[in-house]
């Protein structure tokens, strides 16, 4: 905690570090009160740096020893600041040692050593390892590590690190050791450590080389029959890199350990991922379609930063997305891969621009705007955002749109051949990417340098004697904090032409020659403000598609009729922009009626929508569509979603028209949603595949909106689901359908599922959730839930599970018009200031894009804003956002 202003780091004061790190030995004397760290690093002079003083890093370190080539060092040659140990003028080449005492049982942080459920773990990412011991803890530092492991033999008899087992035995007095050497550099924010009473499941796995390797997950005992789906991820995930990427494993033995006190989802861990308990433990019983499905792309993420992120690492935390851009876009495509059909590649591709707009959109638009390689920051953990990790995929994914997935490839291969073993930067990234497929890049650079999501304009005119058709794109993108002005982006715009009977026309560019097998979607490149592209050979005015699968981050502006839109849904040959048309609809109407609202509470009382209404009833009875994709294109942009396109916000009356627009669908679809619930029903064993994830998927949308009538034979179909269902996603769905309305059975099923599931961590978090956001808990009723005993801010899952669930998923709970929500948001980021920072900070963003509300909202969430500023110290993390966001 501190009172002073942080510091701002930037991005253009890198500089090489004075000395490099060859070995680190450590030991460890493993003890929750206080744990012993005896390091020795051997380091040589950078003869790159013209620094002469040797500088360590350090935090909440109790320094018990410090000596330079054998010679314990004298007061003066070397001195302790804030955070930092910098030694004087040290020789060519230093054996430094150095031991530490911490106090892991006292680390409420979750960085750097702590103790979870009396088992030890560490977090190193991105500057946890100096809490550890004085090391420069830089990504650019690169070392071979030795770490032995003492500990007591009974509490801690699994004692795991980074790399091969290389010795072990006892030590005699009731304690053992584990001795492990990781043959690859690494920097250290990829040093792990994990000691205590574990369990695992291992199977060998041979490669397509023909090398046999050693997998396993580690967990309490208990979770043994809830690691399946881990493994079989894992493998699977081995498999693709192989096959996708030639991208072998590097190591003879991978491991997975789980741990239910965790900041983030996982850590890539050289050989030694650490995983959240929710991205690893899972049956039929305890986890749903989403939860099988999210374990499948975090095993596949932290696997594959082994060679994006770990063989290749970051130079500096500027670099972060270089590698988390391109592994999100590395996992997305293993998921989309694992599910192999067209739809279904489709769907995967939905999902994520859904988070991408949820999430993303808003956060560029918002006081907390940063470049996918930002410029400067005041705590990096504040820069794990989706802006580097979800719009950075969306950045890597253009160039495979741009190259091709040959030409993207090749970019691949030329990177790892160029930089395998260095620290680099996304300059050296796109440099491959060029290099490899003889592209000049220069001005896609401007998608790492300038903030703000761009808005691409259409415009387009027929000439039916000409048979030509043109399409003028134009680009634009807002400021952001200071950017004032910004330059054109390199952004390729796919695009197709469909005819009056909704094929696609064979596209011939005016300045292409035309080729015989013309193709139904090109990739235009808009590089310039504005750009006109013209088609020829196009027989009748066509209906365009534009930016198919998404291939850029951008709004579009484009004007369609309602009827174009409705034909697009109906017709579209890109699934992405099937969906897209439905939404645009639905948008459309929603924007429309929330103005009408506000200026007159009735304007619902005899809401009738039928070009909504028929176009949803087409979809939802067109059985030659993926279920997964009709529940998609039936679910209705979110909350959050609609208030991004409204200048001035008014939660409520988005909320009512929302509302009011499922209640209309579930009366006038009332019979095609029974006939959808019906037809999806699954009476065999449960399987979490893709697609009788998507049936189910589709039956409970139909059960929701069932629900949104609150009758009696809705409350019953809701009751039957939850007493007969096998698996954890009907369980769920029913009694949400059952916990948003007024079935009698409700409050029964809400204890009964707590008493069923109380021994289930993670089970317990979603009871939590499923409240929080349900329709009539306000902040009066969260209260009463942060009373159960149950609940407990220390643990981030249910923390998160409770009031981060509140906060940014019951936006009219949360933004009740009485402030009640922000003070309840303001004492709990205080709250949780005081345990762990960082996800405080996460907390504290929730109040991000308080300027769009309406007035009223907008002062009471600027006093509790302020309230937060004023309650004494805050931490790094928590001073930068609040800051932000207060800032003119
Ligand atoms: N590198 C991790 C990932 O994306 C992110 C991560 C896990 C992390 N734990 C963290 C980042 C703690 C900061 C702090 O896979
Ligand atoms: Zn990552």
Redesign the pocket.
């Given at each position: 905690m501190r009172t002073d202003t942080p510091q701002t780091i930037y991005r253009k004061d890198y500089t090489p570090p004075a000395y490099w790190v060859d070995t680190v030995e450590m030991g460890f004397d493993l003890d929750p009160a206080e744990t012993r760290v005896a390091t020795r690093m051997t380091m040589r002079r950078n003869p790159d740096s013209r620094a002469r003083n040797l500088l360590l890093h350090g935090e909440g370190l109790q320094l018990a020893q410090l000596r330079v080539n054998g010679k314990a060092l004298g007061p003066r040659a070397y001195a302790l600041g804030q955070g930092t140990l910098e030694i004087f003028n040290p020789p060519q080449n230093v054996v430094l040692e150095i031991e530490t005492v911490i106090k892991p049982d006292q680390n409420t942080s979750l960085?750097g050593l702590y103790v979870s459920n009396g088992n030890f773990f560490t977090?190193c990412?991105?500057e946890g390892f100096r809490k550890i011991t004085y090391f420069p803890d830089r990504p650019d530092v690169m070392a071979r590590y030795t770490v032995m492991l003492r500990a007591d033999k009974e509490r801690y008899p699994v004692l795991l690190s980074n790399g091969n087992l290389i010795d072990q035995g006892d030590l005699g007095d009731g304690r053992h050791y584990a001795t492990w050497e990781d043959p690859f550099k690494k920097p250290s924010y990829l040093f792990a450590l994990v000691a205590g009473n574990l369990v695992c499941h291992e199977e060998t796995y041979r490669l397509q080389s023909g090398r046999e390797v050693l997998l396993q997950v580690w967990v309490e005992e208990g979770n043994l029959d809830k690691t399946q789906h881990a493994m079989e991820s894992l493998k699977n995930s081995i498999r693709w890199d192989e096959e996708r990427f030639g991208l072998e494993l590097d190591l003879d033995r991978f491991m997975i350990v789980a741990v239910g006190d965790?900041?983030?989802?996982?850590?890539?861990n050289k050989g030694l991922n650490i995983f959240n308990t929710k991205y690893v433990l899972a049956n039929p019983r305890i986890a749903t379609d989403a939860d099988f499905a999210n374990i499948e792309s975090v095993v596949g993420?932290?696997y594959f930063?082994n060679w994006t992120g770990n063989r290749v690492t970051c130079r500096d935390w500027f670099q972060l997305s270089l590698k988390?851009g391109l592994?999100v876009f590395r996992d997305q495509e293993f998921s989309a891969d694992m599910i192999g059909t067209d739809t279904g590649r489709a769907v995967k591709r939905i999902e994520d621009v859904r988070v991408l707009r949820q999430a993303q959109f808003p956060e560029d638009a918002g006081p907390m705007a940063h470049p996918v390689r930002p410029d400067s920051y005041v705590e990096i953990?504040n820069f794990?955002t989706v802006t580097i990790y979800e719009k950075g995929s969306e950045v890597v994914r253009m160039y495979q749109t741009l190259l091709g997935k040959d030409g993207f490839r090749k970019g691949m291969d030329l990177y790892f051949q160029r930089h395998d073993g260095q620290a680099v930067t996304c300059d050296d990234f796109r440099a491959a990417m060029a290099d490899a497929n003889g592209r000049d890049l220069t001005q896609f650079e401007l998608w790492y340098s300038q903030a703000g999501t761009p808005r691409v304009k259409v415009e387009t005119r027929y000439d039916a004697i000409g048979k030509q058709y043109e399409m003028t794109l134009s680009q634009s993108c807002p400021p952001t904090p200071g950017e004032e002005s910004k330059q054109p982006f390199h952004i390729p715009v796919a695009v197709g032409l469909l005819d009056a009977a909704g094929r696609d026309i064979p596209l011939r560019l005016a300045a292409s020659g035309a080729g015989p097998d013309a193709p139904t979607t090109l990739v235009l490149e808009l590089t310039r403000d504005k750009q006109t592209f013209v088609f020829t050979h196009v027989p009748e005015r066509p209906v365009p598609s534009v930016l198919r699968d998404f291939s850029a981050p951008v709004i579009l502006d484009i004007d369609y009729a309602d009827e174009e839109l409705a034909f697009l849904m109906a017709h579209d040959s890109d699934a992405f922009n099937r969906w897209e048309a439905g939404q645009r609809l639905a948008m459309r109407r929603m924007l429309a009626l929330t103005e009408q609202v506000e200026a007159d509470p009735a304007a619902l009382q005899n809401l009738d929508e039928p070009m909504l209404v028929d176009s949803f009833r087409a979809t939802l009875n067109d059985e030659a569509l993926d279920p997964a994709f009709r529940e998609l294109a039936l679910t209705l942009p979110s909350e959050t979603i609609i208030a991004e396109q409204m200048a001035v916000v008014n939660p409520q009356a988005i909320h009512a028209v929302r509302r009011a627009l499922r209640r209309l669908l579930a009366q006038q679809l009332r019979l095609d949603w029974r006939v959808a619930y019906e037809g999806n029903r699954d009476a065999g064993p449960y399987s979490p595949d893709a697609s009788a994830a998507g049936r189910r998927g589709l039956k409970n949308l139909a059960l929701g909106y069932l629900a949104e009538l609150d009758d009696t034979e809705s409350h019953l179909l809701a009751q039957s689901q939850y007493d007969n269902a096998n698996n954890m996603t009907d369980r769920m769905a029913a009694l949400a359908a059952l916990a948003n309305g007024g079935a009698p059975g409700r409050e029964d099923a809400l204890a009964g599922f707590y008493d069923e599931f109380k021994d289930e961590a993670l089970v317990v978090d979603k009871w939590f959730t499923l409240q929080a956001m349900a329709r009539n808990t306000d902040v009066a009723a969260v209260r009463a839930l942060m009373s159960h005993p149950a609940f407990t801010l220390k643990n981030p899952n249910r923390a998160r599970s409770l009031i981060f669930s509140f906060c940014n998923g019951n936006p009219p709970q949360f933004h009740a018009t009485d402030g009640s929500g922000y003070g309840f948001w303001a004492e709990s980021v205080i709250a949780l200031n005081r345990i762990n920072p960082?996800v405080a900070a996460r907390l504290a963003r929730s109040l991000d894009r308080w300027r769009k509300f309406t007035p009223p909202l907008r002062a009471m969430m600027q006093d509790a804003l302020r309230q937060v500023a004023r309650s004494g110290p805050l931490s790094k993390d928590v001073h930068e956002v609040i800051t932000k966001s207060l800032a003119e």
């Open positions: 960085m977090q990412e991105a965790f900041n983030m989802g996982a850590m890539e993420h932290e930063h988390e592994t953990n794990y960082q």
